[in-house]
């Protein structure tokens, strides 16, 4: 196959673990007899930097024309620490998302037999955890009217849900649990907010067309503690944007490490993989961040976006393999010896 697989490296770590990326797919591709397409394009702080804009109109184009996009992070600490900036690398993200119709975020959690005692919680709480959680990603209070009255003396952001685009989230959510173990859980604050009632109802007016999927509904406080007693307890989670973007970080820390968890971001034009961490601006440039979540992304991509499901198969076989040998970086590496970002994508290529 000829792949074409659209390339944002992003900010701060983001090119360090695109390229060890970039390596294992290319080496799945040779080993597999496919044709990689990378074509680069600029996002981020970076693109900032060189054009204005945190996602220009070429960058758009370049997502447009590719059966898949690889990205890596973005973020800058001079634009974290300017409260004033006008123009932000995360805007750049929501506009992404907007463009693109990255509606709904899917974010696995689970652990490495190899890692369980590296997680900040006990091993007979997370062994056997394998959950999703699907965020959505374009409505919400991300995207509502938001701004400032009173000379700026008070904020106002607004939650706004329609049930169309419920609908969507919830029904890739229902498909996903039709083929793992048939649970889903909505997760809404409805005892307090009229945008979480609806996502109740509508979820509720779905039921019925999968009579095999048993659907649970529960607060999003109550998940967030549930999720550090017992995670293994869900399967499939679904959630609007802001719940979704806390709970899978929460989520993300049961592995013991963010820099293991890959995601995919499913559109109406393309898909996008990435992993799940930020652009750790500190580590960049250090050849010490881990590049396993972006790889592990790429198998998402893999099998998602290309249905080459053995070329998935690979990539995970390989990372298991490092982890099991100990080829990790310092996130991971305790007392023994710590390979560095490079190290560990040379390895994983040549092993796969």
């Given at each position: ?53 945190p ?15 690889l990205f ?31 509606f ?52 106002f ?51 019925k ?93 893999f ?5 080459l ?44």
């Amino acid at each position: 196959m000829k792949l074409n697989i659209a390339l944002l490296a992003g900010d701060g770590i983001g090119p360090e673990v695109v390229d060890q990326a970039v390596k294992v797919v290319n080496a799945v591709a040779t080993k597999f007899n496919h044709e990689i397409n990378w074509t680069s394009a600029l996002t981020g702080a970076c693109a900032i930097d060189e054009c204005g804009e945190p996602y220009p109109d070429s960058t758009h184009e370049v997502c447009m024309a590719a059966d898949a996009v690889l990205f890596g992070a973005i973020g800058h600490p001079k634009y974290d620490n300017d409260p004033k900036a006008k123009v932000r690398p995360e805007q750049g993200l929501l506009k992404m998302r907007q463009k693109l119709g990255l509606f709904a975020n899917v974010r696995p959690t689970f652990t490495f037999p190899s890692l369980i005692d590296n997680s900040p919680l006990k091993r007979e709480r997370i062994e056997g955890t394998d959950l999703i959680i699907l965020r959505e990603l374009t409505g919400g209070i991300y995207f509502g009217e938001r701004g400032r009255k009173d000379d700026g003396n008070t904020a106002f952001d607004t939650c706004t849900y329609t049930r169309a685009e419920i609908q969507r989230l919830a029904k890739l959510g229902f498909e996903i649990a039709m083929t793992r173990s048939k649970k889903l859980c909505c997760v809404d604050k409805a005892n307090v907010l009229e945008s979480s009632r609806l996502w109740r109802e509508t979820v509720q007016d779905m039921e019925k067309d999968y009579p095999e999927v048993t659907v649970s509904y529960e607060f999003v406080d109550a998940v967030a503690m549930r999720l550090v007693q017992w995670p293994n307890s869900y399967d499939v989670l679904i959630t609007e944007n802001l719940f979704g973007d806390i709970l899978t970080d929460e989520a993300s820390v049961i592995s013991g490490s963010m820099g293991l968890m890959p995601s995919a971001s499913k559109g109406l034009h393309t898909s996008l993989y990435e992993p799940i961490h930020g652009s750790y601006p500190q580590a960049a440039g250090k050849d010490i961040a881990n590049p396993l979540a972006t790889v592990l992304s790429a198998a998402m991509m893999f099998e998602d976006a290309f249905g080459l499901h053995a070329e998935a198969a690979a990539i995970r076989d390989v990372v298991n393999k490092s982890l099991a040998e100990g080829v990790v970086t310092e996130d991971l590496a305790g007392t023994n010896k710590a390979y560095k970002t490079s190290e560990v994508g040379d390895w994983l290529a040549k092993n796969v």
